[in-house]
DNA sequence: AGCGATTGTCTCTTACAAGAGACGCATGTA
DNA sequence: TACATGCGTCTCTTGTAAGAGACAATCGCT
């Protein structure tokens, strides 16, 4: 194989060509159900993770069988099933920073009355990984489970922090640098508001995946310097000074408790 | 012992014996770390769930890569990881009756002090969903996702109302039958409890698992007659009938708001 | 040091699962 | 009625993944 020619290469991100293993074919099934958030017919499915359509109906049943998919109520579509959320809740059992994180958000939400969320990397990706919304009227959604950009997140800037520039680079692939506004950033100006934000100990943006809010966010370390999490809120853009700041200091405050050996 | 060629068939009812397939294995290991509860040797893992070693490593490395497991603090031991839980929590979000469930369980305990459960039926076994401690000195813990056999619960009795009596045989072994004390439940009590409870539409059961506690269940329905769930409060056994009556019909009330055309 | 047990990686073989595709059965719609 | 489309099951072939086992490295124990 030359890899002379890029051309081979970046056609087929996704060459699903031949023989594939019946676990990735599963684990392309859980994240596409993850993706489209909704039961899906099998056909449907087949199509989506680009499978065959006799491979998919076997993997189906095994996984139904096994609990970790159900049919959905009208009785020809799958989503996830009971075993994931029981494992799913083994995780956060085992996982003290997600137990308490997920407190502590919920708690921060309801006394700043602004949306709180705990963020988290996931396979390189950011993770929102529980989230509270505020009590404003117009409030900013964001599902859990959502996968966005690391450089569009005050968080991914936290993140990141202490890795060196070509984990970075690794992690980021050009489509990251461009915002919803089609606006572009520049990588070495990521990177150096990740060392910025390392030095400050938090980080905000404004402005950034959409007009109207900027996000506080503050890390949490797993051991000194390894940055596990980030909480962070999301305001209104036009949130005074004052209060961003005063703000800030809550979330450090907070996240100091979440941190072993910050 | 009995004659000599029943001896290679009667030694495993676990012959995993030739080549099994990987997902399966994969099944295996998940079920594997839901009962340790607790993150384990790759090796030791391999043993218990009987697989080659090679394989476990491969297949574990593939689980980890997708973000299925985690390798845990200390480096060489696996445990569930973040994904899971975001597919948990996806099937939370798309499963009205768990997300009103929870909440009603963990409003009922607070209201009354009792420990209150949601139940469900998982893959023919009875499986605790949701559990709210109360607020008792001495707690009755039982752990989320614990799974107990049928005849051992009230919920247990109403979760297969409406089936036939093999239906209910095939769920239920002789093991199942016999209580933690010893003593033997004849399966035809059994089948005549679940009888009367869908016919009275709660059941109470008293010292079955242990000596000290009854539990209050009532059924929540998902379609008419079709039992979905069952939301039950554990109560010290000397619970006066007047309280247990009016604890039923609190139950009874909740249940009715989470049944869909119960 | 010596010894046994465990851990992570690697190679090679062959049993078997992934996949192509046909089939019958429901739909819908002209 | 004919035709198209989608569903669920089944059969057969062959590419390949599961598994046996060897290997070096590391740990714990005397």
């Given at each position: 194989?030359?890899?002379?020619?890029?051309?081979?290469?970046?056609?087929?991100?996704?060459?699903?060509?031949?023989?594939?293993?019946?676990?990735?074919?599963?684990?392309?099934?859980?994240?596409?159900?993850?993706?489209?958030?909704?039961?899906?017919?099998?056909?449907?499915?087949?199509?989506?993770?680009?499978?065959?359509?006799?491979?998919?109906?076997?993997?189906?049943?095994?996984?139904?069988?096994?609990?970790?998919?159900?049919?959905?109520?009208?009785?020809?579509?799958?989503?996830?099933?009971?075993?994931?959320?029981?494992?799913?809740?083994?995780?956060?059992?085992?996982?003290?920073?997600?137990?308490?994180?997920?407190?502590?958000?919920?708690?921060?939400?309801?006394?700043?009355?602004?949306?709180?969320?705990?963020?988290?990397?996931?396979?390189?990706?950011y993770t929102i990984v529980h989230s509270s919304p505020g009590t404003r009227p117009f409030r900013i959604s964001s599902a859990t489970g959502l996968q966005i950009p690391l450089p569009w997140t005050a968080s991914g800037r936290l993140l990141l922090a202490g890795l060196e520039r070509a984990e970075v680079e690794a992690m980021v692939s050009e489509d990251d640098l461009v915002l919803p506004d089609g606006r572009k950033l520049r990588l070495d100006d990521f990177i150096d508001d990740i060392a910025k934000a390392g030095v400050t100990g938090y980080c905000v943006t404004s402005g950034l995946v959409d007009a109207y809010t900027k996000c506080l966010a503050v890390p949490v370390f797993s051991a000194p310097g390894k940055v596990e999490a980030t909480m962070c809120l999301v305001v209104p853009i036009d949130t005074s000074d004052e209060r961003t700041g005063s703000l800030i200091g809550l979330l450090r405050d907070r996240a100091a408790r979440l941190s072993i050996g910050g």
């Amino acid at each position: 194989m030359q890899d002379g020619n890029a051309l081979a290469v970046s056609a087929d991100e996704k060459t699903t060509a031949s023989r594939e293993k019946g676990l990735n074919r599963v684990l392309e099934i859980l994240d596409f159900l993850h993706t489209t958030q909704r039961a899906i017919g099998i056909g449907d499915l087949a199509k989506g993770v680009n499978a065959p359509r006799s491979t998919t109906y076997t993997l189906v049943r095994s996984l139904v069988d096994a609990g970790l998919l159900e049919m959905a109520g009208d009785g020809n579509r799958v989503y996830f099933g009971k075993k994931l959320y029981l494992y799913g809740m083994d995780y956060v059992r085992g996982n003290d920073l997600l137990r308490r994180g997920r407190q502590e958000v919920d708690h921060l939400s309801r006394e700043t009355g602004e949306t709180s969320e705990l963020c988290m990397l996931q396979s390189g990706r950011y993770t929102i990984v529980h989230s509270s919304p505020g009590t404003r009227p117009f409030r900013i959604s964001s599902a859990t489970g959502l996968q966005i950009p690391l450089p569009w997140t005050a968080s991914g800037r936290l993140l990141l922090a202490g890795l060196e520039r070509a984990e970075v680079e690794a992690m980021v692939s050009e489509d990251d640098l461009v915002l919803p506004d089609g606006r572009k950033l520049r990588l070495d100006d990521f990177i150096d508001d990740i060392a910025k934000a390392g030095v400050t100990g938090y980080c905000v943006t404004s402005g950034l995946v959409d007009a109207y809010t900027k996000c506080l966010a503050v890390p949490v370390f797993s051991a000194p310097g390894k940055v596990e999490a980030t909480m962070c809120l999301v305001v209104p853009i036009d949130t005074s000074d004052e209060r961003t700041g005063s703000l800030i200091g809550l979330l450090r405050d907070r996240a100091a408790r979440l941190s072993i050996g910050g």
